[in-house]
């Protein structure tokens, strides 16, 4: 069974920065693309970024790049989000998903994600 775990939410100030994590275990992480969406309030689930299995193609949405930086890394299984000059549209729950099939390409489809953490919540004040 899979299991992915996100950590490194919290509360910060306009400008700052925050690093998210994800641990997944239960597949060969090295062969799924992954992503990180988040939900904010009343608003749909949306990719705000996306890497490849090989950690050689990312995808970030317009409203992150420049902003925030995916990296993975495959000895540890683990997964990241660094993100810098954060605002108060950034807040939302922040969740990490592995794609379906293996070797897939890096997407912001949230149907191709077979597997999802639980989510850590992240609160930028203005």
């Known amino acids: 069974q899979v299991h992915v775990v996100e950590s490194g939410g919290g509360f910060v100030q306009a400008g700052g920065s925050l690093r998210l994590s994800c641990a997944a275990s239960g597949h060969t992480f090295s062969m799924y693309a992954m992503g990180w969406f988040r939900q904010a309030p009343g608003k749909e689930r949306e990719c705000v970024a996306a890497?490849?299995?090989?950690?050689?193609?990312?995808y970030y949405a317009d409203s992150v790049q420049g902003r925030f930086t995916i990296s993975r890394d495959n000895v540890m299984n683990a997964l990241y989000l660094q993100m810098n000059n954060l605002k108060p549209d950034d807040t939302a729950v922040y969740y990490c998903a592995s794609r379906r099939n293996i070797y897939g390409a890096p997407t912001r489809n949230s149907y191709e994600y077979a597997y999802w953490g639980q989510g850590t919540q992240v609160t930028v004040s203005s």
């Open positions: 890497i490849s299995w090989g950690g050689d193609t990312t």
